[in-house]
């Protein structure tokens, strides 16, 4: 906490000069920005990506800051695609890492993301081949698939049959921790289990992104001074990198130790038809090779170590926002849920396994592959997301040489441009005036094909050569835990606790994302007066006995309409009486009446309940959840 405010108090004393010597007539704080931004920035420190979004709106995508004179700082805050697309892709060549970053980022040591020209080149060329490398590709699927049925799904049972609350962001950090370093390094620290362990290196890799936020926003004197004297965030960085380097050297060691065995029981140890780790690839990759210096020990420990950086945080916090939308979202859930049970029927159909009745769970475990590419409406879900929850909120270049960007501000090496990934993905004339609702549907064309969106303009993932090389790996990962836990739980995000972005360099949510796991059997979306019942595709049995209980309860009240086409194979059905004052009361479904189709199998479609007199008039805009009790 400490550290966080020592961060905001420097943070806001350089925004404050900058605000003092702002240029008077650029820019959109042109009167008073003394008074007129300190305060709402003051007040409003905990928005600062929204306030950048709200100034933008106001003004244009791009607007500048100069320092205090003596300081000849010029800080560039743009959403711009065109200056993104002149950035990262045009005159790229313009635009390195340079040594103020690898000085901030000096953890990494000299992995990819810290490096520039040929030893960038040799890096990316490298990651490229092995991250396509089939053997891993089938390592790293299968390893995502285990963590999730080991580690998540058991947690997550025990947490709904408990009906305890559980903080999302601590738990998805762990599972992405462990699937990284196991598909990474070969080693799974389990930090995903029952008593949710403290593991050193985990906090260490968080008190090291903190420190390099840190080092971002005060003057370099200010973080070597520190340094120097070994206090604060320094202190906890020397310290961090301490234990990423006994863990990750650990590993490598281990990893040789092993390779060595193996050498001299003549095993091969990349069987032709075996996955492997992308360590030990790389070991093998290296082992001639003279572009990796002389120690290549330290090449492999910077590697690995870039590689968690760039998939841990980056992966679990979009994993959290997008769960969050999907709770908030309940049409989109459905509409999700549908697209599952289409691809499951297809898959079905294709194996000709008439027999089994898979749930979505089941089935996408084992046909992943299959299905994983034909689900648009969920892809274009996750894009949706990230669009408005970016991971990478910010990234900040500086030119080597003068440039005028297609904006027409003129920069030079004294600029600091700051890309607000953020604002890019809100931004009203960019996105039309739904920008701010979470609409999958626009990224999908009337043709049901993806819409292309250029990368500079959805820049979640970068644009141009350094591009992220880990997007389909991550899209994996977040696919498989959805569909793993939409399948099987409703999830309930804690009444009252607030959401609200971090200002860091990963946009986590400041305060985490508690909730609570329903064993899922189905939700019942009301809206408008219509009520959809999405019925999961579960076992039901073929012949119901007995009259099924549903107990309804108001899960959280959503403003929106049911939109799209009615699925034309909907019957209307009978809910019995409902009662919205007293939510608790069970509600008798009975599978006899034809009305009730819902409960013979296999009920993968939905069914709609059209309003009747009876209907309650407040049951507009109402979201129920309810679970079978018998
Ligand atoms: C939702 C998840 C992810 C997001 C939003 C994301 C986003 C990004 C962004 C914005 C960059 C550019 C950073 C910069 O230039 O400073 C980047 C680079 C990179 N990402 Fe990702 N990333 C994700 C997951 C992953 C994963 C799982 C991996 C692999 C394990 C990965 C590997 C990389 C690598 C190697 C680079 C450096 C590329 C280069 O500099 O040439 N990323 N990513």
Redesign the pocket.
């Known amino acids: 906490m400490y550290t966080y405010i020592e961060i905001f108090v420097v943070l806001f004393s350089l925004v404050f000069l900058f605000c003092y010597s702002f240029h008077k007539k650029r820019g959109p704080w042109n009167n008073w920005p003394l008074i007129g931004v300190l305060p709402a920035l003051l007040k409003n420190h905990h928005r600062i990506h929204d306030i950048i979004v709200e100034v933008m709106e106001k003004g244009s995508l791009t607007f500048v800051m100069k320092g205090p004179r003596f300081t000849n700082m010029k800080l560039l805050i743009t959403a711009d695609p065109a200056n993104a697309q002149h950035i990262l892709s045009k005159n790229f060549g313009n635009y390195p890492k340079g040594s103020k970053f690898k000085d901030i980022v000096e953890i990494l040591g000299d992995g990819?993301?810290n490096v520039d020209s040929e030893m960038?080149k040799y890096?990316?060329k490298m990651?490229q081949f092995l991250?396509s490398h089939p053997q891993f590709k089938q390592f790293w699927v299968e390893k995502i698939w285990k963590k999730i049925e080991t580690g998540l799904i058991p947690i997550l049972d025990h947490v709904a049959k408990q009906g305890l609350e559980i903080e999302l962001q601590d738990l998805f950090g762990r599972f992405t921790f462990d699937t990284?370093s196991t598909v990474?390094l070969d080693y799974d620290p389990r930090t995903l289990c029952f008593d949710l362990p403290n593991f050193p290196v985990s906090k260490a890799l968080h008190d090291g992104e903190e420190a390099i936020f840190y080092r971002h926003v005060v003057p370099a004197c200010v973080w070597k001074f520190q340094k120097w004297l070994g206090i604060g965030t320094e202190k906890k960085y020397r310290e961090a990198s301490k234990i990423v380097d006994n863990f990750i050297y650990g590993c490598i060691s281990r990893k040789r130790e092993e390779m060595r065995k193996n050498s001299q029981s003549n095993a091969c140890k990349v069987g032709p038809k075996l996955g492997v780790d992308l360590m030990t690839l790389y070991m093998d990759e290296i082992r001639d090779s003279g572009e990796i210096g002389s120690n290549p020990d330290k090449f492999l420990r910077d590697t690995v170590l870039?590689?968690f950086v760039?998939?841990k945080e980056?992966?679990s916090a979009?994993l959290c926002w997008f769960l969050y939308l999907l709770s908030k979202n309940p049409h989109v859930l459905a509409k999700i849920k549908e697209e599952l049970d289409v691809s499951m029927a297809q898959a079905k159909d294709h194996h000709g396994d008439e027999k089994i009745i898979w749930d979505r769970y089941d089935i996408l475990s084992r046909k992943f592959k299959e299905v994983g590419d034909k689900l648009i409406y969920f892809h274009a879900a996750i894009c949706e997301a990230?669009r408005l929850y970016?991971?990478?909120p910010f990234?900040a270049k500086t030119p080597i040489k003068p440039d005028t960007l297609p904006s027409g501000h003129k920069v030079d090496s004294s600029t600091q441009i700051i890309f607000s990934m953020y604002a890019l993905g809100r931004m009203k004339s960019l996105w039309g005036e739904d920008s701010y609702e979470f609409k999958p549907e626009r990224w999908i064309l009337e043709t049901r094909k993806f819409r292309y969106v250029p990368s500079y303009q959805f820049?979640?993932?970068?644009s141009g050569?350094?591009?992220?090389?880990?997007?389909n790996?991550?899209m994996t990962?977040?696919k498989a835990a959805v569909i793993a836990i939409i399948s099987k739980y409703h999830i309930q995000p804690v009444r009252g606790h607030p959401i609200v972005p971090d200002v860091s360099l990963i946009l986590h949510m400041r305060h985490g994302l508690k909730a609570q796991f329903v064993k899922d059997k189905g939700v019942l979306v009301v809206s408008n007066g219509f009520a959809e019942l999405v019925a999961r595709a579960v076992a039901v049995p073929a012949e119901p006995v007995a009259p099924i209980v549903l107990a309804v309860e108001p899960v959280e009240p959503v403003a929106q309409n049911l939109t799209g086409p009615i699925d034309s194979k909907s019957l209307p059905m009978s809910t019995g009486p409902l009662d919205n004052t007293c939510p608790q009361t069970p509600v008798a479904l009975d599978p006899a009446n034809p009305m009730c189709p819902s409960l013979g199998p296999p009920c993968s479609t939905n069914f709609l309940s059209r309003p009747t007199a009876d209907t309650p008039s407040n049951w507009a805009d109402s979201f129920y959840r309810w679970t079978v009790l018998s």
Do not use: E, Q
Not at 459 to 462: G, K, S
Not at 465 to 471: A, D, E, F
């Open positions: 990819i993301f960038w890096h990316r990651a991250l990284i990474v870039s590689y760039a998939g980056t992966t979009a990230l970016p991971t990478v990234n820049l979640a993932f970068n050569p350094r591009t992220c090389l880990g997007k790996m991550s990962i977040m």
